[in-house]
């Protein structure tokens, strides 16, 4: 019998990172696709690292910062009795910054492509710079939505080497489905990896499924 | 200018080809890693041979073995890994013991005096106790015996933070992620870690005793079966027990 738990404690990990970085992702995005400076390449480019960062890199700095014989894992200990490492919020602060990319991206590619006369027109007639936002430009873009959304769900889902490092497969706090996958291989308990295994093959292939059949409808009814 | 390049590649592939004939690959259980340093420098001056270190846990290693990694011998950190590679045809003659392992109790935290009654595991003050996957680990399984022996198992499971080997338990430890930790002899003792912290030996009596052993493997015999046997016989030397002794693992 296999436990539920790693699955649905990967579940929760992916909403919540879905969550949190959609609520992130809108406005930063909103902002690098603006005018151009080189502050904003700089941030640009910060979003885009976790893309080419071997997610050991992220996982190392992160469990050295969470130590609490480091300064910021010591003073979040001091200060508020918190320690991240080996925790579920810890998992998280790591998933959002590994997918941050998978959530930007999407977005400020559909807000680059709209045409700017239409923020134009929002604004001369008289609409603020929010209701712009979220009334114009980010219904116009739904599809970029939809695959940030996405995407990022689903990368977080397959988050591996940052959770192996920080995690320290705790089960029902941090033993993620990948992670409970890769112990019972170890374990010899192939039935059970191929149980875990089967379930996140059928669950990607569905998620990707929905996503593309979804935006070919949106670009099909998209001129009407 | 070509025939310059030409005699350049070709000594280059003969070198190389040399330098194959005398490298071993070897799998070498996580509590091991500083003492397999010292046995390669002593084998090594008598021979000349390449010896690459795979580390990881016991478990591990044997589930890559059987999947077919290149391997010429395996150093294990028990009897059953080994033994079950022996069942299933990978080995060229039986497992045999080289040394036995003892299980510590290691902190870093100042304020934490590690003590062999465990009682302190309890505490509040200790919110995290790193030990290594008992599936995979057999320092892991003597420590997740060792609580269970003394009725701590259930109450401090939750505060348990597994490592997915001997060397990643250490690093948690060692980083001060965890309180407090089980871990090898070996490690807290060698050069590297000797020092950090606080250890207390655990009564050896209270868990299985990890009696560690090497299996000469099936792939050797592909590669380079006359270094593998050497090295493999050299584990079993006086001067490999020697350092066996150095770094506390019980010799007999």
Redesign the interface.
């Known amino acids: 019998m296999i436990a539920l738990a790693p699955l649905w404690l990967t579940l929760k990990l992916a909403l919540s990172t879905t969550l949190i970085l959609f609520i992130i992702a809108v406005p930063l995005a909103n902002w690098l696709s603006g005018d151009k400076g080189f502050f904003k390449i700089i941030v640009k480019t910060i979003v885009s690292m976790p893309l080419v960062l071997p997610p050991t890199v992220i996982g190392f700095y992160l ?2 910062a ?4 480091n300064f910021f ?1 010591h003073w979040l200990e001091e200060w508020f009795d918190i ?1 991240l ?2 925790s579920f919020s810890g998992l998280l602060i790591a998933s959002v910054i590994y997918s941050l990319p998978f959530m930007v991206h999407p977005i400020q590619s559909g807000l680059s492509s709209l045409s700017p006369s239409l923020k134009e027109a929002a604004f001369s007639l008289g609409k603020t710079r929010w209701q712009t936002l979220t009334q114009v430009l980010l219904p116009n873009i739904k599809p970029s939505l939809l695959t940030g959304i996405v995407l990022t769900f689903a990368h977080t889902v397959g988050e591996f080497g940052v959770v ?1 490092m920080i995690g ?3 089960p029902g706090k941090t033993r993620t489905a990948s992670i409970a996958i ?2 019972e ?4 308990n192939y039935h059970n990896a191929n149980v875990y295994a089967g379930i996140l093959l059928v669950l990607s292939f569905a998620i990707l499924l929905i996503l593309y059949s979804f935006n070919r409808k949106m670009q099909q009814t998209k001129f009407y | 200018m070509r025939k310059k390049m030409l005699f350049f590649f070709i000594s280059m592939s003969c070198s190389l080809q040399l330098l194959a004939q005398s490298k071993l690959t070897i799998a070498v259980a996580a509590n091991m890693q500083y003492t397999i340093q010292e046995l390669i420098t002593e084998f090594n001056k008598a021979n000349k041979t390449k010896i690459d270190v795979v580390l990881g846990a016991s478990g591990k290693l044997t589930q890559q073995v059987l999947n077919g990694a290149p391997f010429d011998i395996f150093i294990s950190a028990d009897k059953e890994f080994p033994q079950k590679l022996a069942d299933n045809h990978f080995t060229l003659e039986p497992p045999k013991v080289y040394a036995q392992g003892l299980l510590v109790l290691w902190s870093v935290k100042p304020n934490i005096q590690p003590a062999k009654d465990l009682k302190l595991l309890v505490s509040p003050a200790i919110k995290s106790i790193a030990i290594a996957n008992p599936k995979t680990a057999p320092y892991g399984s003597a420590a997740e015996a060792i609580l269970k022996k003394y009725n701590l198992y259930a109450i401090i499971s939750s505060k348990l933070v597994t490592g997915e080997s001997i060397t990643q338990t250490s690093q948690f430890i060692a980083t001060r992620n965890a309180d407090i930790g089980f871990t090898a002899k070996a490690i807290v003792i060698s050069g590297e870690m000797k020092g950090k912290g606080k250890w207390v030996e655990l009564n050896s009596a209270d868990y299985p005793p990890i009696e560690q052993a090497a299996a000469l493997l099936k792939h050797a015999k592909e590669a380079n079966e006359g270094a593998a046997k050497q090295f493999y016989n050299f584990l079993y030397s006086a001067k490999a027990k020697a350092i066996y002794n150095k770094f506390g693992y019980i010799v007999k």
């Open positions: 469990l050295l969470f130590s609490p014989a894992g320690r490492v080996f192996l320290g497969n705790m890769y112990d291989v170890e374990a010899f």
